[in-house]
């Protein structure tokens, strides 16, 4: 059974225990270590009955062939289970005979199953490496002396490759489990390793000792986790170990650096730009099972070699891979631009409240792994995506190339145009740059403004109809301060740009134009409209009281204030030059010496009953003045005592 099949049993130890494949662990440690060969039973006893065509095996098992595949199976149908038999099956032996029954690139599996069945206890630390490796060993390599005579009871060579091959082995490990996550400490501890394989390198008397053939296998391993860690993040230091590396090409290198160490560069860099920087790998089990096989730590002399491993499988790397960038693009000018990132992980036993700030275009890390990602800084409105809330829009903005629209606060500029600049005199204010200090301290300025010129209305916003506005109604306009209508507009544009509200400016000036065309018409509409705008910013139920926000709301309060004062002003100079006819008007409903319109806007405004409402109010003898003013409660006292006087003269 070749390894690939057990990726359907990957995690299912424990499940096996008790089903009629009892004896499957036993069988596959039979296999890893060797020995007389057991008689078949079943559907095998006729399927493996004829031997092997190749070479002459006898009664022992030829581990040769069936050591790796048992060895990685084992580690993966025991995935994750902490299981200590098998692990003692799978442990370094600790003595020179036992070491002598071991063919040393058995070892490096041997520990790449032992890390997948102990996988709670890895960690990425070159502490946890050397303890995978017996005392013997640690004692023993590469310590035969040049000139010395060698101790007859030691095999140098078999103690050199042996650690080596441990050694890497354990960093596939970490590889494996730490794929994808650009983890600082692992990736400390596989530079210390593939350094430590470099100096190995350099020393011939170590090059004796371990033969070149096993070292620069184990350091393409090593180089293949490393890179698995930082896969999609192009690290530097990787690339330029990449293409050190790769420059060994001719003589004298080709004699041991081969077709596959070439190969297994290659797929370094390739993991490292995985995706054009867009994709990362996973650590679902799943996932791992498949990079066991993509990146079986056996490689090939040429490119039609088989023998070990079908090559084909290699590419099985793109079924662990998954999209996990997040480009942030500003959604008025839709350029790239960088923002700054703070994700929130999951409470595990190992740590509880643990946040990471960066900042993007970043790769996440497994969205299973966290549970908030918020958008930071003053630069940029907040965003937020949380597990129990809009999880789901995030899986779909990473699922469809990671662009994330983000929107610039008025007047700050984008960290390229105003990057953080970060002296050591200077107070922490400045780390903002000194041109968005400069934009917050404006911005944050609620005062009125009577003239604003249109360079500093179009430094705010980048959108082009506002910018068209400023230009074509302020530029050049060097009456603006005399023009009320131009100072008005200026004004207007200000605040709304300053205050992020540009999507209120034509309110602004629809309101306005309300009272400006009193000359020609006062509309029912308009002066229905500006009342109810007043009556929810006075009102209790208003959001910006209940939530405390009223530097946020949509329309001005001053600004409100002064439309009503200027509209009561007009319609008490109206109502004065014709306070006869808005008391025939109660009296009778008819309407003949005062203006139809104007008295309409009148009656809308102070909210004036019909006059058949007002005759059923009041009694023989004409109306009183409390009864008027129950009758007519928004007009004021004054108003209603001339209406009294008018109404009784009339009479």
């Known amino acids: 059974m070749h390894v690939c099949q057990f990726c359907l049993f990957f995690q299912k130890g424990n499940e096996v225990i008790g089903t009629s494949d009892l004896g499957m662990a036993d069988t596959l440690c039979h296999f890893m270590t060797g020995g007389h060969k057991r008689p078949l039973i079943g559907s095998n006893k006729e399927r493996y009955k004829a031997p092997s065509y190749q070479i002459k095996e006898g009664d022992n098992i030829n581990v040769d062939v069936t050591s790796p595949g048992a060895t990685l199976a084992l580690g993966m149908l025991y995935f994750r289970t902490n299981n200590s038999a098998v692990i003692d099956w799978l442990r370094v032996p600790d003595t020179q005979f036992m070491l002598d029954q071991v063919r040393p690139d058995f070892l490096m599996l041997r520990t790449i199953s032992r890390g997948l069945v102990s996988w709670d206890f890895v960690v990425p630390s070159f502490e946890w490496i050397k303890s995978m490796i017996p005392q013997i060993l ?22 050199s490759q042996s650690y080596c091959n441990v050694v890497a082995g354990g960093c596939l490990v970490i590889g494996l489990k730490f794929a994808g996550t650009a983890n600082q400490m692992a990736f400390g501890t596989l530079m210390k390793s593939i350094k430590l394989a470099l100096t190995i390198m350099s020393s011939q008397s170590h090059v004796e000792q371990t033969g070149r053939g096993v070292l620069e296998n184990c350091m393409v391993t090593i180089l293949l986790s490393l890179a698995m860690v930082m896969a999609g993040s192009g690290n530097l230091e990787v690339l330029r170990l990449c293409r050190m590396l790769r420059a060994r090409i001719g003589p004298p290198h080709n004699i041991f650096v081969t077709y596959g160490s070439h190969m297994a560069i290659s797929m370094s860099v390739g993991l490292l730009f995985l995706g054009g920087g867009r994709y990362s790998l996973s650590t679902t089990p799943e996932a791992i099972g498949i990079m066991l096989c993509a990146f079986f730590p056996k490689f090939p002399f040429h490119s039609n070699d088989n023998r070990y491993h079908l090559q084909a499988f290699r590419h099985l790397y793109v079924l662990a891979t998954e999209a996990r960038v997040v480009l942030p693009r500003d959604v008025d000018s839709g350029e790239p631009c960088y923002v700054p990132l703070e994700i929130r992980f999951k409470d595990t036993a190992d740590y509880c409240g643990e946040v990471f700030r960066t900042s993007a275009p970043t790769l996440l890390p497994e969205l299973d792994k ?282």
């Not at 005579?149 to 103690?159: A, F, G, K, R, S």
């Not at 970060?422 to 922490?428: H, R, V, Y």
């Not at 439309?563 to 008391?583: F, H, P, T, Y």
């Open 370 to 651: 966290i549970e908030e990602v918020k958008i930071l800084g003053p630069r940029y409105w907040p965003i937020t995506f949380h597990i129990d809330k809009n999880w789901s829009t995030l899986k779909l903005l990473l699922k469809k190339n990671g662009i994330l629209f983000v929107k610039q606060r008025a007047g700050y500029l984008s960290y390229v145009l105003d990057p953080k600049i970060c002296l050591p005199k200077l107070p922490k204010t400045y780390m903002k740059g000194y041109r968005s200090v400069l934009a917050k301290s404006l911005t944050s300025d609620h005062s009125s403004h009577t003239s604003v010129k249109p360079d500093v209305i179009k430094a705010f916003t980048t959108d082009p109809v506002i910018s068209s506005m400023a230009d074509y109604f302020l530029m050049g306009k060097d009456d603006c301060q005399r023009n009320r209508t131009l100072q008005k507009l200026s004004s207007i544009l200000y605040s709304c740009v300053t205050q992020e509200k540009p999507e209120v400016i034509s309110t602004h000036l629809r309101l306005d134009q309300v009272l400006n065309q009193s000359n020609f018409s006062l509309t029912h509409l308009g002066i229905r409209q500006l009342k109810n705008i007043l009556a929810y910013y006075n009102s209790p139920f208003n959001l910006g009281k209940l939530e405390n926000v009223s530097s946020t709301q949509l329309l001005q309060m001053e600004f409100l204030l002064a439309l009503k004062s200027q509209l009561e002003d007009r319609l008490d100079r109206w109502q004065a030059a014709n306070m006869e006819g808005i008391v025939k008007y109660l009296q009778t409903n008819v309407v003949e010496s005062c203006d139809l319109v104007l008295l309409s806007a009148y009656v809308t405004w102070y909210d004036i009953p019909t006059p058949e409402e007002i005759s059923k109010i009041i009694v023989e003898g004409g109306p009183t003045l409390p009864v008027l003013c129950s009758t007519l409660p928004h007009l004021p006292v004054n108003t209603v005592m001339q209406i009294l006087a008018a109404w009784q003269a009339a009479v």
């Open 138 to 159: 640690q004692e023993k390599a590469f310590e035969r002396k040049q000139g010395e005579e060698d101790d007859v009871m030691i095999d140098y060579e078999t103690m």
